[in-house]
C-alpha cells in the first residue's frame, strides 16, 4: 500500500483480555518498529523487526506483550491479560533498511496507530 | 547506552524564529534524525543530518555538531500549524522525549 496501515484505529477492551493489533509496512520495507506513546509522553520503544533477523525484543515491558512478524510483512503485537496501565497509543513504524546505523534508509514511515483503552 | 535530551516545552509568536535543542551521549553516532509529530497524528519526517553543519530545507533548519553530541532544529518565520511537538533520534530505537512547541498569535 502507499503507507504504514494499521488495524484497528480504536481498540476498548476490559481489563485481562487478549488484544491483537495489525501492521501492514510499506511493500518493500525489511524494517519494522512497535512503539507506545501514552498521553502526552514520547515514544516507547517495543520491538524491531529486519529481515530475517531475530528481533530485538527490548523494550518489551512484560511478558504480556510479544509480537511477530510473518513473511517478511505483516506483524501482530499481541498483548496477553491486558492492564489499565497497558492504555496508550501503539504505533507502528517500518523502514526501508534496518542494518546499517541510521542512514537516511532508516527513515521512519509511522502508521496512524491504534489507540488502545483498557477498562 | 543512548541518552538524549530535549526541553519539554517551548512557546513562541507567529513569525518569530524557534530553536529547539537536542543533545545526545550516544556510543557510535551515525545520523540524526528530527519529526514533527501534531496532536493525536503520529510523526512525520523533517530532516536528516549526518555531517557536521546545516541543512536548510524551506523554513526549516538542523544543525548538527558531531563533536558537541548537539543538534538543533530552527524554525523560522513561525506559523500557527508548527505548533506540535518535534522529536529527535538518534538511536536507531530510541526517541527523545520530545519537544511540545505552542505557537500564539
Known amino acids: 500500500g502507499a503507507g504504514v496501515s494499521q488495524s484497528p484505529s480504536n481498540k476498548v477492551t476490559e481489563k485481562g483480555k487478549d488484544v491483537e493489533l495489525r501492521c501492514d509496512p510499506i511493500?518493500?520495507?525489511?524494517?519494522l518498529y512497535w512503539y507506545r506513546q501514552s498521553l502526552g509522553q514520547g515514544l516507547e520503544f517495543l520491538i524491531y523487526?529486519?529481515?530475517?533477523?531475530?528481533?530485538?525484543k527490548s523494550g518489551l515491558p512484560s511478558d504480556r506483550f510479544s509480537a511477530e512478524r510473518t513473511g517478511g510483512s505483516v506483524s501482530t503485537l499481541t498483548i496477553q491479560r491486558t492492564q489499565q496501565e497497558d492504555s496508550a497509543v501503539y504505533l507502528c513504524?517500518?523502514?526501508?533498511?534496518?542494518?546499517?546505523?541510521?542512514?537516511?534508509?532508516?527513515?521512519?514511515?509511522f502508521g496512524s496507530g491504534t489507540q488502545l483503552s483498557v477498562l | 547506552g543512548q541518552n538524549i535530551d530535549q526541553p519539554t516545552e517551548m512557546t513562541a509568536t507567529e513569525g518569530a524564529i524557534v530553536q529547539i535543542n537536542c543533545t545526545y551521549q550516544?556510543?557510535?553516532?551515525?545520523?540524526l534524525f528530527w519529526y514533527q509529530q501534531h496532536a493525536g497524528e503520529a510523526p512525520t519526517f523533517l530532516s536528516y543530518?549526518?555531517?557536521?553543519g546545516l541543512e536548510e530545507k524551506g523554513r526549516f533548519s538542523s544543525f548538527l555538531s558531531r563533536s558537541k553530541g548537539y543538534s538543533y532544529l530552527l524554525l523560522k518565520e513561525l506559523q500557527m500549524k508548527d505548533s506540535a511537538s518535534y522529536l529527535c533520534?538518534?538511536?536507531?530505537?530510541?526517541f527523545g522525549t520530545g519537544t511540545r512547541l505552542q505557537v500564539f498569535p
Open positions: 513504524a517500518s523502514s526501508l533498511a534496518g542494518d546499517r546505523g541510521l542512514r537516511l534508509s532508516e527513515k521512519l514511515f
Open positions: 511493500s518493500g520495507h525489511t524494517a
Open positions: 523487526f529486519q529481515g530475517n533477523s531475530a528481533p530485538d
Open positions: 550516544t556510543s557510535g553516532f551515525n545520523g
Open positions: 543530518n549526518v555531517l557536521d
Open positions: 533520534r538518534t538511536d536507531k530505537l530510541i
